[in-house]
């Protein structure tokens, strides 16, 4: 684990989260068929209804990733990537402890994502299986296929509520 990792709201304007974005952009049309990318570009994740955030090392971006309000009770993890050399140190798990603690901040309670189902996404599922969320049924616009996997999350309320 990093002890130094510093998450923080991005605007998505540097060179290196945009070659990030590009990256995954990327990984995900060459393991993915053309109609299951639901990667979004950054000029889609600048929009009001996301809020992105990147994972820095001192000057080095570690990874990144964002939450897309839904609803008033439902967010959607988006853009999860930790950069290459960053794999396999907890800079994943920092990401996304940062983007639920987002949502319950936003009052969510309940946070969603879709990833794949083929070897290459089993890192991402193994993450989010681990912090406890499970599989569901399609929500938003995704459907039923043999590639993609919903996972979802509820949310509790703190013991201070």
């Not at 990984?27 to 000029?43: C, G």
Request: aromatic fraction near 8%; proline fraction near 7%.
């Amino acid at each position: 684990m990093i002890g130094n990792l510093r998450i923080v709201p991005d605007d998505l304007g540097g060179e290196a989260v945009l070659a990030l974005l590009q990256f995954h952009l990327d990984e995900m049309h060459r393991w993915s068929p053309p109609e299951s990318v639901h990667a979004m570009p950054a000029e889609r994740l600048r929009q009001s209804d996301v809020r992105f955030f990147s994972a820095w090392d001192g000057d080095m971006l570690a990874g990144c990733g964002a939450i897309k309000h839904l609803d008033a009770d439902h967010g959607e993890l988006k853009s999860m990537r930790v950069a290459p050399g960053y794999r396999q140190r907890g800079v994943g798990r920092a990401i996304l402890l940062r983007l639920l603690e987002e949502a319950r901040e936003r009052g969510y309670s309940r946070v969603s994502l879709e990833t794949g189902r083929p070897a290459p996404f089993l890192p991402a599922q193994t993450l989010y299986l681990a912090h406890g969320f499970t599989p569901c049924p399609p929500f938003g616009s995704y459907v039923t296929d043999d590639f993609s996997m919903c996972m979802t999350l509820e949310l509790r309320a703190s013991a201070a509520e």
